[in-house]
């Protein structure tokens, strides 16, 4: 028996219910993972919440991302072996599997080795960040000279950002909400701290630019703020809107993106993974990354899967820099 | 003495002033034209009624697409003579210069020659409606298997991307609010025409397309709909906003945006005149498209000048299929 957590209806972060469960043998394509450490993410804050799209069928499983040991393989899996440390990706649906758990049958294409280089910990909170961020490279080819506005910038996938940016050459500005984060930002790469609720961010960033303005901007809270990046922004810029955090509708930016040719666009990082060719050069990427140290995972705080109730309030909190970890 | 239409004040159709006023000698890089023809366009309309960004200084001229004759040039413009038979186009802003008259000073470099083969009502047709459609070529490169859903079709803009949808091999679907202008679209170049307030825009497009949406959207309207015509879409497509005709805010289409990684651009034609290399190569396509018989101006209805303010009803009015021109 092993301790599960599943959530058998949508609500509060109370509805997270610890069970002992069999999780039993893996099936066709499946592997079974002891799991060392789980990356939480804040769509699945949303999913237990009931505001992502994807309905769950109840009891529902939680959580994608994780790392672990292969306890088992299914026959067909020839290319994982019990023993193995490896690392769990998001790649699956939400509510399809779920890694809060002691142990966790996961499918084996979502499953790849961890770096050798980190910790379980740490290698529990990469893959999610890294690829949801590396749109602002893999899409818009940030490089010198640009300046990246990244917003929420103390989330997991901030700090991705802040990372990518920089060792594209390009110029991150952190975007936050108070000045309370400043200094840690900017000692976690930020080249300039703009606090959204303190300051004028577009004469901000105009100053910052020479009167350009930022080419791209990496948004996962939307709402009324959009119009307020959006002028903040160069000729020709893309902003990525990969989130809906605000709550509140996003107004498409109507005149400075027709004025400026602005992009407005979508993101998730299942773009990348589910095309095979991309989600391997991904992959090369953010290891060759983590090897040369120029991507670093920031572990905000760390939880056991018995807080994982708290953890969870901890995540919507927004009080955390970095990503947080629990452990079972 | 020469007619001239004027704005005192922002407002209906009936603020249009027709005065007598003698316009005087061209200035430095300025030419006079002879007006023959006028092109109305949607954005002046916003503009006289207060809903375009450029706010006017009164009195204030109207119109920027004309076809006419030059009758005086300044000493420092060498590429034109008095004689020559030219189209203005829109290239500089709203309220700066104004060709509702008989004769206007306009700037040299908004001049180029007219095509010989046009009549002076096809010549004030042209620049505005192709350079806006152009977009699907220029920057979304439509081409081959590619399917354009082309928003208030009957548009003058509207059935210029109709027309250079099928120049690229592409598959024009025209949308219109109700099935009376199907027949015209059709035989004006429309694949399909879906009359979006009698039909299920999504599930037509899903049928025609294989199941696969379309990749480009071109929509000067706006508002709510925006949402239906996300979730017709193909991945990865592009979705121009270059109006905001609905009066309605525009929502971003957050979750099919972000699951088809979709863009969602703004676009004003001034994006390709605004860099020489660009405009340049429209031009030259635009010219070959005409002289190749791929582009026909559609020609709605024609005014004159004493009735711009019935011409602006009727710009207004939605009624028309094409270009409402206005001759002195």
């Known amino acids: 028996m092993s301790k ?30 002891r799991i060392e450490a789980i990356g939480l993410n804040r769509s699945e804050a ?16 939680m959580g994608y991302e994780a790392s672990g040991v292969i306890e088992a393989v299914a026959a067909d899996v020839n290319d994982l072996q019990p023993g193995q440390r490896v690392c769990v990706l998001p790649t699956y649906r ?5 890694v809060y758990a002691e142990r966790a049958i996961v499918p084996a294409g979502s499953v790849v080795p961890a770096p050798a280089n980190l910790t379980p910990i740490e ?9 949801t961020a590396l749109a602002i490279i893999e899409v818009t080819h940030a490089t010198v000279g640009d300046y990246v506005i990244v917003r929420a910038a103390s989330s997991s996938v901030g700090l991705a950002a ?12 952190a975007a936050t909400r108070r000045n309370t984060k400043r200094q840690a930002l900017l000692q976690h790469g930020a080249a300039h701290v703009i606090a ?16 350009r303005g930022a080419r791209i901007v990496f948004d996962p809270v939307g709402g009324p703020y959009v119009e307020t990046l959006a002028r903040a922004m160069a000729v020709d810029g893309t902003l ?19 004025f400026k040719n602005l992009s407005i666009r979508g ?15 991904a992959k090369e990427l953010v290891l060759r990354g983590l090897a040369e140290r120029k991507l670093r995972p920031v572990i905000a705080r760390t939880f056991t899967l018995d807080e994982i109730v708290e953890a969870h309030r901890y995540l919507e909190s927004n009080q955390q820099l970095g990503k947080i970890v629990v452990t079972p």
């Open 196 to 211: 959204t609720e303190e300051s004028d961010l577009v004469e901000e960033v105009m100053k910052i630019t020479g009167g």
């Open 240 to 258: 990525f809107i990969y989130g809906g955090l605000s709550g509140q509708p996003t107004m498409h930016p109507h005149w400075p993106a027709a």
């Open 162 to 173: 802040i990372q990518l940016a920089n060792w594209a050459g390009a110029t991150p500005i």
């Open 94 to 98: 939400l509510g399809e599997y779920g």
């Open 4 to 33: 599960v957590v599943r959530i058998h209806e949508q609500g509060p972060p109370e509805v997270l219910r610890t069970e002992e469960l069999d999780v039993g043998e893996p099936g066709i394509s499946e592997v079974r993972v």
């Open 267 to 281: 993101w998730v990082a299942s773009t990348i993974w589910n095309y095979p060719d991309r989600f391997a050069r």
């Open 123 to 131: 290698a529990a909170s990469i893959w999610m960040q890294y690829l």
């Open 46 to 61: 949303a999913f237990r919440a009931g505001q992502y799209p994807v309905k769950p069928k109840f009891p529902a499983p």
